[in-house]
Each structure stands twice: as structure tokens, then as C-alpha cells.
């Protein structure tokens, strides 16, 4: 007979609300994740970001564009330039020093490995935050259940004890308790569907669909136990995570920024080729071609102050970024083992409740409502056993939900917000 009641009255609610939702979307959790997973705006935020740091790339590759030059000497005082004595019309190409291109590219290519990075570390949270939105609203679903099965139960009494009025076996007062009683019960399942109700919306949210649109959670609260230790979990979950993974890029980008600076020291070139006419001068009017080739060379003579600062700057933010690496270890560590400890201490109090507590409620319930038929308990007694049976069954649903809840959040401890 364990749990009989509490599936009963999840059974009616079930029904109730299968009635009236017939229009309703069906929406079980791994649907929720894959529809979170495709439209959450976080999701579709860091997806972004990923082209982004394409476009950077290409950014970060390309050439500088040559110069085009048409160049006139020798022009008389008329400033007849089909007279000049000089025409020159070339291109010329500035060519970085070797390396410079390739240190610039390593480092937008460590960004672009960032953000895939970060959109893992985001499809992560989405879905530990849609699975505690859909957990929550199972819980305020079976809270209404819970209330739904004491409403049940209350009827029956309310029936039981008109009678024993009608027969002169009992008060017209305890008529009125129960009656209060119901009253009371109807009252807050007005609240909790009006709860029930905004928690879907939040599901809704999440998912990146009107607050109002119809859904009906077909999967139910359900836990399968933690079987690794809290050392390998840690261990286990540290190595997946995506948020160390990018902290540990962020240390290998700023290394190549202090490569791609210190190489602000070194020269450029610059290579022209141009098109020539000069005029003839010991020969009758015309004009003789000739080909010109021109190669220059950056001096950096300057190099303490803008170089120089450059490459201090690299450097610290290097400094930086490995001390942010080992403190992100430590931050991930500590949430993996405080949530494994969570999940730990909710796994024992749903034991608790499922090894003893609902069968004792269950039997104490049957035993009161026997005790009053048999006028050994009044009904004030029996109304306090009726609470503490909902109670009972309201924190055996809280010990699913937090379990549940705190496995989830388990998930995710490896990853860190940005």
C-alpha cells in the first residue's frame, strides 16, 4: 500500500489536467532541452559569437591591399603633364615581416576555439536551468495533486461524518470543521495552480516561446543515484569542463599575443614595380619605356616606446590569465564538491521518506480514520491527521524535487557563468 495514495491523487490530477488541456503541447524533458538548445537566446547569442570570431580570423589573415601610383616629373610651367619629362605608374606591396601574419592568425584562431568552447559551456547552463524549470513545475504539479488527493479524502470524511450527524452519533461542530477544513484545502489549490501556471510560463521563457503557451509535462520527478565517488566526480567533471577548457585558452591566447608583439620589433618591407617613361634626350622627339623596381625597408627606431609598451602590456595580461587558470580550477572544484554534497544529503532524505515515513503516514491515516469510527479519537485529532498525512506526501514531493534539482545542478557545477 506504500505510495497507493500519493499515486492516486497523481493520478487524478493527471487526468484533470489531460481534460482541460486537450490542446495542450505534450512536452517531455529531453524535448524541453532540444527546444532550449535550438532557440534559448543565450545559445543563439553564443552561436553568434562563433562567427564572429570567424570573421576575426579572416581578419586577422588578410594582406594589405597595394598601393597604386602614377607619378609626373619634369612638368613644364604650363603644367602640361603630356609633357612631362617623367611618368612613372607602378604598384607597391607592404610585406610584413615573417611570422607577424602567422602570430596574428594563431591568436584569432585560439578565439574562434573560445567561443565553440563557450557555446558547450552555454548549451550546459541552458540545460541544467531548463531541467530545474521543469522540475520545479512538476513540483508545484504534484503539490496540486497532493492537495487534490486531501480534497478526495476530506470528501469522503465530510460524507462519513454528515452521516454519523444524521444518526446522532457525533456534533454538528465537527460537521463544520470538515467542512472548514475543505474550505481551507480549496483555497490553496487555487494557489498552487496559479503557481503550476507560472512556472510553465518560466519553461516557456527559457525556451524562447510565449509565457502563455499551452504545455503538458509528460515526464515525472525521478532520480537515478550518484554511483561515483565525490573524488572521481570531481576529477570526472573538472576534465569535461568547457569553462577550464577556455580559461586554458585564454592562457595559450595571451602567449601568443606576447609572441605576435615581440615581434613588433622586428622591420617590414615594402616591394614596388613600376612603368617608366623618360624622355630622350639625344634623340628626336618621343619617348623610351623602362621598368623600375623599388624595395624599402621599416626602420624601427622607436622601438622603446610603443613596442615596448605593447609587449608589457602581453605580458601582464599572460601574468593574469595563468593566475585566473588556477583560480577557475580551484572556484569549478569547489562547486563540483559542495553539489556532489548536496545531491548527497537530498539522496538520504528521499530514503528517508521512501524506506519509512509513507508507509507510517499511510498506516497512521487508516488507523486514525478507524480510531474516530470506533469513537476512540475526536475529529479535531483526526483532522490533524489528515494534515499531517499532506504534509507528509508535500515533503516526500520537496525531497523528489530537490533531488532531482541538486543532480542537475550537479551537471552543470563544472561551468562557470561568463
Request: glycine fraction near 6%; proline fraction near 3%; hydrophobic fraction near 40%.
Amino acid at each position: 500500500m506504500a505510495l497507493y495514495l500519493h499515486k492516486v491523487g497523481l493520478a487524478l490530477l493527471l487526468f484533470a489536467a489531460s481534460v482541460s488541456a486537450q490542446n495542450a503541447q505534450r512536452l517531455s524533458l529531453r524535448e524541453a532541452i532540444l527546444i532550449a538548445l535550438q532557440s534559448n537566446e543565450d545559445v543563439l547569442t553564443a552561436r553568434n559569437e562563433i562567427d564572429a570570431a570567424a570573421g576575426r580570423v579572416l581578419q586577422a589573415g588578410r594582406i594589405a591591399n597595394p598601393d597604386l601610383f602614377v607619378t609626373y616629373n619634369e612638368i613644364s610651367s604650363g603644367l602640361n603633364l603630356s609633357g612631362a619629362g617623367e611618368r612613372d605608374i607602378g604598384l607597391s606591396q607592404t610585406i610584413e615581416f615573417p611570422g607577424k601574419r602567422g602570430s596574428r592568425v594563431n591568436a584569432a584562431e585560439i578565439e574562434l576555439s573560445i567561443a565553440t568552447l563557450s557555446v558547450r559551456r552555454t548549451q550546459t547552463l541552458v540545460t541544467s536551468r531548463v531541467k530545474d524549470l521543469y522540475f520545479k513545475a512538476l513540483f508545484a504539479a504534484e503539490v496540486v495533486g497532493n492537495i487534490q488527493l486531501t480534497i478526495s479524502l476530506l470528501g469522503e470524511f465530510l460524507e462519513t461524518i454528515t452521516q454519523r450527524y444524521q444518526a446522532g452519533s457525533s456534533t454538528y461542530l465537527d460537521v463544520i470543521r470538515t467542512k472548514v477544513e475543505l474550505t481551507r484545502m480549496r483555497n490553496d489549490m487555487s494557489g498552487a495552480r496559479r503557481d503550476h501556471e507560472i512556472h510553465l510560463g518560466e519553461l516557456n521563457v527559457i525556451l524562447g516561446r510565449p509565457f502563455d503557451l499551452p504545455i503538458f509535462l509528460t515526464d515525472s520527478l525521478s532520480y537515478i543515484p550518484v554511483k561515483l565517488s565525490m573524488d572521481s566526480t570531481v576529477e570526472l567533471l573538472t576534465r569535461q569542463s568547457a569553462t577550464m577548457e577556455i580559461a586554458s585558452r585564454q592562457v595559450a591566447r595571451s602567449g601568443a599575443l606576447v609572441d605576435l608583439t615581440s615581434k613588433s620589433y622586428l622591420p617590414d618591407f615594402s616591394l614596388g614595380i613600376a612603368f617608366q617613361k623618360r624622355a630622350a634626350r639625344d634623340s628626336p622627339p618621343g619617348a623610351s619605356g623602362y621598368l623600375g623596381v623599388n624595395v624599402g625597408v621599416s626602420i624601427p627606431l622607436w622601438f622603446w616606446q610603443g613596442p615596448r609598451g605593447d609587449l608589457k602590456l602581453a605580458e601582464a595580461s599572460l601574468g593574469t590569465d595563468n593566475v585566473r587558470l588556477e583560480a577557475t580550477r580551484r572556484r569549478i572544484q569547489s562547486r563540483i564538491s559542495a553539489s556532489y554534497k548536496t545531491t548527497s544529503v537530498a539522496e538520504e532524505q528521499l530514503r528517508v521518506f521512501s524506506t519509512s515515513l509513507l508507509m507510517d503516514i499511510e498506516e497512521e491515516l487508516r488507523a486514525g480514520i478507524s480510531a474516530y469510527q470506533n469513537n476512540q479519537i475526536d475529529v479535531l485529532n483526526l483532522l490533524d491527521i489528515y494534515r499531517t498525512f499532506r504534509t507528509t506526501k508535500l515533503e516526500y514531493s520537496r525531497a523528489l524535487y530537490n533531488i532531482s534539482t541538486a543532480a542537475a545542478q550537479l551537471e552543470a557545477a563544472g561551468e562557470l557563468p561568463e
